[in-house]
């Protein structure tokens, strides 16, 4: 796991487990490549067998998230955009409780704590001295009036809000 960390910079490697598996992939490869130096039914069976398992890698192969934390795909973009338009200023992020363990550790790791990140839950009475939310799409109502949205990540349902100029 190590390795897959380093090698493929997975910055949660226990659940990405399964991406132990690309190794193995190249081992079929290799595998699949002996097959076709062979001969007859086999070679057929082998090159019809390998291609419904390639297409089924490559459909499956995920870089960007995990099935158990796919909330987070863009948690580490949309903390980077805030301390990007931030420029070095200290801002307050209200951030939801799903969204918090991996904002404090890229905020600690590579922004050196700049951002003051504030658990947010779903409900919660909105604190208006707050600069930014990182909040679900779902939960964007009752900001409507205090703040607009900065950027959308559909596929993890996350939105970057700020608020609004007085």
Do not use: C
């Not at 595998?31 to 062979?38: G, R």
């Not at 998230?65 to 070095?88: H, M, P, R």
């Not at 700049?114 to 707050?130: F, M, P």
């Amino acid at each position: 796991m190590l390795v897959t960390n380093l090698a493929l910079n997975a910055k949660f490697p226990i659940d990405r487990k399964t991406l132990i598996y690309l190794p193995f992939f190249g081992l079929i490869i290799a595998l699949y490549a002996d097959l076709l130096l062979s001969e007859g039914m086999k070679k057929f069976v082998g090159i019809v067998v390998g291609g419904f398992l390639f297409f089924h890698f490559y459909k499956s192969l995920n870089m960007n998230g995990t099935w158990e934390w796919w909330y987070d795909a863009n948690t580490e973009e949309l903390v980077k955009n805030i301390e990007d338009l931030q420029k070095d200023v200290p801002a307050k992020v209200g951030v939801h409780w799903m969204f918090l363990p991996a904002s404090n550790y890229y905020n600690h790791f590579f922004y050196e704590d700049k951002l003051e990140l504030i658990h947010y839950t779903n409900g919660d009475v909105i604190n208006e001295s707050l600069d930014y939310y990182l909040i679900f799409m779902g939960d964007y109502e009752p900001f409507r009036e205090k703040f607009d949205i900065l950027e959308e990540r559909p596929a993890s349902q996350q939105l970057l809000i700020k608020k609004k100029s007085q």
